[in-house]
């Protein structure tokens, strides 16, 4: 079946740091890799996604690219700021199950 | 930017209780689905719906939930008699298509908690 390890959290960072939120999969058939953000009081919203090998889904500084060697998607940013405090979910989606398989959700902390 | 939109966006039950939760996808939208994640869990899926049908349901999906598109606009997620573990974020979301590279839209939760 299919399913999505992401790196525990919390991460606490400081303002201007490096993210780096990792993140690994395993499906059957060819899937869609998602990240997902989930800011505190709010609902989910899509943040990149990347839908074949080699792609670089990229969004609001944050990006990602699909590794299909290594079964990755992490999720980078070169300076985070307190405003990308949140939960972060990656995602796979297969055509053929028709439903997205989410992580656990990494928590960020963003202090100045 | 259309938008899933969700009422409410809290409700309180007491256990037993039935319980209807709104949705309205984006128009022209034709999968619909319903997640929840339950407080400090992961997102879980329940239910995909297409062409008045339910297409695929998780084990989470037992008989006390049932959807409907009743009209043209709305897609509901009815609980039948509510259980103290059904409190969660329940998130309502479409999609144009299922096909690969397809991106679905959620809309921002219904908090349900049962007392």
């Known amino acids: 079946g299919n399913s999505v390890t992401q790196m525990e959290g919390p991460v606490t960072l400081s303002e201007e740091a490096f993210l780096t939120i990792n993140c690994t999969y395993t499906a059957t058939g060819y899937p869609s890799l998602f990240w997902y953000v989930q800011y505190p009081g709010e609902g989910l919203q899509l943040l990149l996604k990347a839908t074949k090998a080699d792609d670089k889904g990229s969004n609001k500084g944050f990006e990602a690219t699909y590794r299909k060697e290594t079964t990755s998607f992490h999720l980078e940013k070169g300076s985070v700021q307190v405003s990308d405090s949140a939960v972060y979910f990656c995602?796979?989606?297969?055509?053929?199950?028709?439903?997205?398989?989410f992580g656990t959700g990494t928590q960020l902390k963003v202090e100045l | 930017e259309p938008e899933v939109t969700q009422t409410p966006s809290h409700q309180v039950t007491q256990m037993g209780q039935e319980v209807i939760l709104r949705c309205v996808p984006i128009s022209n939208h034709l999968y619909f689905y319903w997640y929840r994640q339950i407080l400090g869990q992961k997102v879980e899926f329940l239910v995909s719906f297409y062409n008045n049908e339910i297409s695929e349901k998780s084990e989470i999906f037992d008989d006390q939930f049932s959807v409907e598109r009743p009209d043209g606009s709305n897609f509901t997620l009815k609980i039948r008699s509510t259980k103290l573990e059904d409190s969660a974020m329940y998130f309502c979301a479409s999609s144009v298509d299922s096909g690969p590279g397809n991106t679905i839209y959620f809309g921002e939760g219904s908090w349900l908690t049962v007392v």
């Open positions: 995602a796979l989606f297969t055509g053929g199950g028709n439903k997205l398989t």
